[in-house]
């Protein structure tokens, strides 16, 4: 009840949801530190994800922690639909970790090093308790990637989204994260949320231009992930979970995809890359 109590301090005393520098000001124990392996009931939830997006190869690779449960993942999209992937619980052959993204499987060697920046951190109440994110968008990624004999050079930009906290027993998320550029020629990078760190202000909703992170209003995604505000998306191909245990359920669709039209605040796209999600979780 002392951890329960604490979390509920912190939603009230602390002024969440807070963005930005003053994250780290909060005195709350927040990644690189460790943080409780339980607040109250609710058992601490964690996840690295790394996206590397471009016209040529899409790909992910990630790592999740429910509790002391791992799980491990990576993905491979070409646009002809080609997806290769696995989920396992086994640590050999996935890492990730700061600055680095690396899978060994059969037919398979991927190695892709990032240039991680600040990123943009945010803090949310979650009912009594709180949850944390940190967002990178548009971060080189240079690496290489070996599939079925076929050899791809990896020179593109990346999205890496580190979450953490104490997520409700039933969580749902729509979200989508991209790289590209604007018609007038800048960098454009973004990720935008509905259902986690999405209050109209202090969320973790950006978009970065030419490497530079400022927060856009709150968006529309469609039911079927065709478009995200005034985005619209062309998917190649889709990772899918469709678990349902006894102590866990999780619906999950994230498609690997192509971008066209106009990122929130008006600018137009000539050319996007990244990924749609729906995430209906309970854990």
């Given at each position: ?7 509920g ?7 969440l ?12 124990p927040?990644?690189?530190?460790p943080?409780?392996?339980r ?5 601490l ?6 996206g590397?997006?471009g ?8 790592e ?32 990730v970790?700061?600055?680095?993204a690396?899978v060994?499987?059969?037919?398979l ?27 990178q ?15 791809f ?5 990346a999205?890496?989204?580190e ?6 027993r039933?969580?749902?998320?729509r ?20 259902g986690?760190?999405?209050?109209p ?5 950006s ?27 062309t ?8 678990t ?5 359920r ?7 995809g192509?971008?066209?039209g106009e990122l ?12 749609m999600?729906?995430h209906?979780?309970?854990?």
């Amino acid at each position: 009840m002392k951890k329960a109590s604490a979390g509920g301090r912190a939603t009230r005393q602390l002024g969440l949801p807070v963005r930005g520098p003053a994250v780290q000001l909060l005195g709350l124990p927040l990644p690189p530190r460790p943080m409780p392996a339980r607040q109250g009931t609710r058992p601490l939830k964690r996840w690295r994800y790394v996206g590397v997006y471009g016209p040529e190869l899409m790909l992910c690779v990630g790592e999740a922690r429910v509790g002391p449960l791992p799980q491990r993942w990576w993905a491979i999209a070409l646009p002809d639909g080609t997806l290769r992937e696995r989920t396992t619980i086994r640590r050999g052959g996935v890492m990730v970790a700061p600055g680095r993204a690396e899978v060994a499987a059969s037919k398979l060697r991927l190695s892709v090093s990032l240039g991680e920046v600040e990123g943009v951190e945010t803090v949310s109440p979650s009912a009594d308790s709180w949850i944390w994110t940190r967002k990178q968008a548009g971060i080189p990624a240079r690496g290489v990637v070996e599939l079925d004999g076929r050899h791809f050079e990896i020179e593109a930009e990346a999205v890496v989204d580190e979450s953490a906290g104490y997520h409700e027993r039933r969580t749902s998320w729509r979200w989508s994260a991209g790289v590209g550029r604007s018609v007038a020629g800048e960098r454009v990078a973004w990720n935008l949320v509905a259902g986690v760190h999405d209050s109209p202000q202090a969320s973790e909703r950006s978009v970065w231009i030419d490497e530079v992170a400022q927060e856009v209003p709150p968006v529309r995604f469609e039911p079927d992930l065709s478009g995200v505000g005034g985005l619209r998306f062309t998917e190649w191909s889709a990772r899918e979970d469709h678990t349902n245990l006894l102590f866990f359920r999780s619906d999950y669709r994230q498609p690997f995809g192509t971008f066209s039209g106009e990122l929130p605040g008006g600018l137009r796209l000539a050319e996007g890359y990244g990924v749609m999600e729906s995430h209906d979780v309970r854990w």
